[in-house]
């Protein structure tokens, strides 16, 4: 039996716990625009360059590339599992957890199925990256040359998916114009008859 807390708990902590407030109490933060400075806890530095994102409820050392969410900040500083750490900060915030068992048998059935999701999402994200970079991208690449995305940039943030949307979604309103749709976007048996003519 593995003591589990719900997601809605981990969730709700992450969205009210401020990162500021949490790391402030180890560490003397000084605001700089968007972000606040301070000596990072995790290595020896006499000048500042441990970062936290209020907006982004994150954390980041530029010396020694120690970083996360308010979570991660206890389990790093403090020791804690993750369970330990969001109960510390339930606990603060006064957000009850409530206590939750599973049987061996759910969990490994729950981890399966987000394993199956995560394979499903990366699937798709490298199929469309790589679909940019064949000759049928064509029309998409220049989509980003255009709006000058360099190839790097765009592989980096896997515009694939989106751009290729677009590329559709412009083809569609154009439904004459078959010069203007790029091959990759032609059935199957279209390219197959193309292919022998
Ligand atoms: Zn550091």
New binding site residues.
Partial sequence: MVARIPDNVVDEVKARASIVDIVGEYVRLKRKGARYLGL?P??N?KTP??SVNAERNLYH?F????SGDVIGFLRQHDGLSFPEAVRKLADRLGIAVPESHEDDATARARAREKDRYFEATRYASEFFRRQLTTPSGKQARQYLADRGIDEQTAEAFEQGLGLLGVVRHESSLDPGGRGRRPEGMVGRSTAARRSRG
């Fill in positions: 990072c995790f290595h530095e360059s441990f050392c010396g020694c590339g120690a």
